[in-house]
């Protein structure tokens, strides 16, 4: 049984033969160095020895064991506030840093199927501009009703149009009668809570601005 333990138990029995055989050694190498208790306690306890005079304390030694702790309070006193001055930047950085990889990781999800996405692209456009698509409509009971080239909505004035819970549920549970899939485990989906977070955050990034929306809605209604 020994020969089908796991991996992690074979290292394990490892490490506790090493850390045994250093025990030992250890062992014997102290009794190697002892020296047989032979003469007074004065000359084989080393508490007992006699330490240095006063006069050897307070010279070379004592100004350097003072010199030592100078030194090290210099570097708490001049350390610390180089790091509290610093920490708020490298938060920054950090979330900064956490940000760019979660909008990477959308944007390889929004892509199409062929490039290794969840095809949103296809249907929503690239940068969420719009797409078609085509999608068969069907009665309540599933049979066929006709052919249609579905107008896949813009997303990139959607967080103007509702907010990120919104648009979570929306991704989370999909929109019945439509094209759109649920795309968050709860719905049914391939997709995770981070995951989803993951692409809105990839979503913020192609947003126009309201004075944009407005300008698409005028341009279009002059037509």
């Not at 020994?2 to 050694?25: D, N, P, W």
Request: aromatic share 10%.
């Amino acid at each position: 049984m020994l020969f089908a333990a796991s991996t992690q138990t074979s290292i394990g029995l490892v490490l506790l033969v090493i850390a045994m055989l250093i025990a030992v050694v250890y062992a014997w190498a102290n009794l190697r160095q002892s020296r047989p208790e032979v003469g007074s306690e004065i000359e084989l306890a080393a508490n007992r020895k006699p330490y240095l005079s006063d006069e050897e304390l307070e010279g070379k030694k004592l100004d350097r064991t003072l010199s030592l702790g100078l030194l090290g309070l210099f570097i708490l006193g001049v350390g610390l506030p180089l790091y509290w001055l610093a920490e708020p930047g490298r938060q920054e950085g950090a979330t900064q840093r956490i940000n760019d990889e979660f909008v990477k990781r959308g944007a390889a999800m929004f892509d199409t199927t062929e490039n290794g996405g969840y095809n949103c692209a296809f249907c929503h456009g690239t940068n969420g501009v719009g797409g078609v698509t085509p999608y068969t409509i069907t009665d309540s009971e599933g049979r066929f009703v006709k052919q249609v080239d579905w107008q896949g909505p813009a997303l990139n004035t959607i967080f103007l149009r509702y907010t990120r819970d919104e648009v979570r549920y929306i991704l989370e549970y999909g929109r019945p009668f439509s094209p759109m899939p649920a795309w968050g485990a709860a719905g049914g989906g391939p997709l995770t809570s981070q995951k989803l977070q993951e692409l809105m955050d990839y979503m913020v990034t192609f947003q126009i601005t309201a004075e944009e929306a407005q300008a698409q809605v005028t341009t279009q209604l002059a037509k």
